[in-house]
């Protein structure tokens, strides 16, 4: 598997971890989802190097992820926002922090509680069936190969 050319991959998953797998990336569209835009912010929060943190978002940009936004004209300044594109990463980024302060709280405990806006309360991202509601987990998930599958597919493994 050659990650400069996926687009022909069968693999959704990688796929999408040639666009996001990096922790840069993933770090960069996390501060992102907590409104931040301008490339001083992301250096200064991340403390990532302007040419490493230059290139990812240029590679968000070109994916279709953030779109850059003049803020500024002399000189003219750009902060990035996410696409519609980068919107549908969020169920990602909440699934990873599920499994974060589940699996790596840390000695002082989840470092971020999730508030929901409607009803206020604090909740954890779960995952459901569209169909029908119910809770979705690797112990009542069945894959088979779908329209883009190759003769010997990549499909995620059965669960048992």
Request: proline fraction near 6%; glycine fraction near 8%.
């Amino acid at each position: 598997m050659r990650w400069d050319n996926l687009e022909s991959e069968a693999c959704s998953v990688a796929r999408a971890i040639s666009v996001i797998g990096d922790r840069w990336t993933i770090l960069i569209l996390r501060d992102c989802f907590m409104r931040v835009r301008r490339f001083e912010d992301f250096e200064r929060r991340l403390g990532i190097t302007r040419h490493v943190l230059a290139d990812r978002l240029r590679k968000l940009v070109q994916l279709g992820v953030l779109r850059r936004v003049p803020y500024q004209e002399r000189p003219r300044r750009y902060e990035y926002r996410l696409t519609p594109k980068g919107l549908d990463l969020q169920p990602v980024l909440l699934a990873l922090v599920r499994w974060g302060d589940t699996h790596m709280p840390g000695e002082r405990g989840r470092p971020v509680l999730l508030e929901h806006r409607d009803c206020g309360q604090v909740f954890d991202p779960v995952v459901v069936c569209s169909h029908c509601g119910g809770a979705v987990d690797a112990h009542n998930v069945r894959t088979r190969p779908g329209p883009g599958a190759r003769a010997v597919s990549n499909t995620l493994p059965q669960s048992g």
